[in-house]
């Protein structure tokens, strides 16, 4: 069964921080480009970090520098590690996995909410 299960959402205080993980079943891992999108109501889902198969990295302008996508082949899951919070980093975190030519699988998501 083909499957994306995110962990690690929560309440945190302005500036604090939290790791989101997203464990993959179901498919070739290593060979997917895997990303965290989020979306808060009434907004369009946008890309916050992605990492492709080959281990590089791209991040939206609003998190770099505060945001680190991972990748752990071994243990099929990708890490989302977020420092120095906002509140407008609120959101409900998704993972995706993508590949060439293949349709996109998503995870359930995960809540964060950043408090002032």
């Known amino acids: 069964q083909v499957q994306l299960v995110e962990s690690g959402g929560g309440l945190v205080q302005a500036g604090g921080s939290l790791r989101l993980s997203c464990a993959a079943s179901?498919?070739?891992?290593?060979?997917?480009?895997m990303a965290w999108y989020r979306q808060v109501p009434g907004k369009q889902r946008e890309l916050v970090a992605a990492?492709?198969?080959?281990?590089?990295?791209n991040y939206a302008d609003i998190v770099k520098g505060r945001f680190t996508i991972s990748r752990d082949n071994a243990k099929n899951t990708v890490y989302l590690q977020m420092n120095s919070l906002k509140p407008e980093d609120t959101a409900v975190y998704y993972c995706?996995?993508?590949?060439?030519?293949?349709?996109?699988?998503w995870g359930q998501g995960t809540q964060v909410t950043v408090s002032s």
């Open positions: 995706n996995a993508n590949a060439f030519a293949t349709p996109p699988i």
């Open positions: 179901g498919i070739i891992f290593r060979s997917r480009n």
């Open positions: 990492i492709t198969a080959g281990g590089t990295t």
